[in-house]
């Protein structure tokens, strides 16, 4: 294991949007991994329970969650490394994928996200005929 992997990151709080609630927004952390069917695609959002939203239009995605800061609201801390807030992410998303098969789910925080190829970008075999 390299010094790299054990790398902490600090999360990212977007800069370049006006958003319509208070408090902070992040960019959540994200894996993509393709496979020859599917784009993968994995969103850390912790604390985030069911106010998640997954939008698909002009082929732009965007994902958002909103955290309950209910039981943050009285606590003092005196120091903390963990910053409460809401998530919003958006991708690209290529004609490539078939927007009718995209599925979404969240387990524990995490936003599971499948993302089907176009059955004509999907790798074939051609038949070769023979004289």
Partial sequence: MTPQELSVRDKQETAREEHTRAGRTYLPDVDI????DALWLWADMPGV???????????????????????YAELAPVYTEYNVGNYVRRFTVSDAIDSDQITAKLNNGVLELKLPKAERVKPRRIAVATA
């Fill in 33 to 36: 991994y393709e496979t020859t």
């Fill in 49 to 71: 329970e069911s106010a998640i939203d997954v939008h698909l239009a002009d082929g732009m995605l965007s994902i958002s969650g909103r955290v309950s800061v209910k039981e």
